[in-house]
């Protein structure tokens, strides 16, 4: 049996595309920026408040120019870190509607919250500071039912 001759296939070429990343770059910069001013604005709106956890920015290497997957790697980590920044404002905000709203009822009726305390950082205010139902004249306001809303202010004298 003859090998049959086939005639050469000529394959298609394949050019190398070139890209131009400076549009992506630019782009995400953008959006980078964009997330840092929306993190910043959540962190100046939320003072006084404490204990929520805006993180810092992760240097990775020193000074140098990031290529593309870097920086969106550096969006994505600023998107979730906002997204759990308004997470935690939320529930946080959430709580001192509670206990403002405790307080009014405390200030309405304070027999009915006997030795209740709301403290100024419940309620957003700070550190100093506490609301709390106490009788009236000692144990005397006690046994009589005379009971009031005391405000401290709490705050240490300073050394």
């Known amino acids: 049996m003859a090998v ?11 050019t190398t ?8 770059r630019r782009s995400l910069r953008d959006q980078i920026a964009k997330l840092e001013r929306q993190l910043a604005a959540a962190f100046v709106g939320s003072f006084p408040r404490q204990g929520i ?11 140098r120019m990031l290529s593309l997957g870097e920086l969106e790697r550096v969006r994505d980590e ?39 305390r709301v403290t100024a950082r419940e309620l957003g205010r700070g550190d100093c500071g506490a609301y709390h139902v106490r009788p009236r004249l000692g144990i005397v306001g006690m046994l009589m039912g005379w009971w ?7 705050c240490p004298i300073a050394t």
């Open 4 to 14: 049959a001759e086939h005639p050469l296939v000529e394959l298609p070429r394949f």
């Open 17 to 24: 595309v070139e890209v131009d990343e400076r549009a992506a």
């Open 53 to 63: 956890d805006f993180g810092r920015a992760r240097a990775r290497g020193g000074p």
């Open 78 to 116: 600023l998107a979730g870190r906002l997204v759990e920044v308004r997470h935690q404002l939320a529930e946080r905000a959430d709580e001192e509607a509670a206990k403002r709203e405790l307080l009014e009822r405390m200030l309405l009726e304070p027999g009915r919250y006997k030795w209740v």
């Open 148 to 154: 009031q809303v005391k405000v401290s202010s709490g």
